[in-house]
């Protein structure tokens, strides 16, 4: 195995250890599945893919896509998830706040990480946060285990997120007029 100048092993999942930039739009593969038709003459095959689109800036979307061949279906998909891309609320590097987000049997408890902890997060779940610029989280999927649900509850969950100043803003509370309660002067 080769090593790195510092003597350490490169990282499998990311071996230039370059992150995207910013605002460029990337695609992940999450799940591709073949589906075999019986017909007189044998199978006939088709195939689904599930992809993930973000800038790494707070914008992030899935798609799905079926067809015959698999490259059409990911252009299917990808087209989809870039249409269906939405801006999230982040902080920092990490999320505001724990959340919790749920579609079908899909369940995804998402928690803010303090920096350097990295992406703690497995499959749909760490391609989703990836996309979305994210990178220090834990995350852990607590219902079904189907690729679609676990994508679609985890953007849920992103997009339940709300920053402190839009939480202020919404109650109507300017930061520093004394109305807010300071948590972090008690402490």
């Known amino acids: 195995m080769a090593y790195t100048p510092s003597g350490r092993r490169p990282d499998s999942r990311n071996p230039d250890k370059t992150p995207a930039a910013k605002g460029d739009t990337t695609e992940k593969v999450v799940f591709i599945n073949r589906c075999a038709k019986v017909v007189k003459g044998g199978r006939r095959f088709s195939f689904s ?17 079926k067809a015959n061949e698999v490259s059409e279906a990911i252009r299917k998909a990808s087209e989809a998830a870039r249409k269906a891309m939405e801006k999230v609320s982040l902080h920092e590097n990490t999320i505001p706040h724990e959340t919790i987000g749920q579609y079908g049997g899909g369940r995804v408890l998402l928690r803010p990480a303090s ?41 849920e969950a992103l997009r339940a997120l709300r920053r402190r100043d839009e939480i202020l803003k919404v109650r109507g509370i300017r930061p520093g007029d004394g109305k807010e309660s300071n948590h972090d002067a008690s402490s």
């Open 49 to 65: 893919a599930l992809i993930v689109a973000g800038d790494h800036d707070g914008k992030v979307g899935c798609g799905f896509g």
């Open 115 to 155: 920096p350097g902890t990295g992406v703690i997060a497995g499959g749909g779940v760490r391609a989703v946060v990836e996309a979305a610029g994210i990178r220090d989280v834990l995350a852990k999927s607590l219902g079904s285990s189907n690729h679609a649900n676990v994508v679609k509850a985890t953007i």
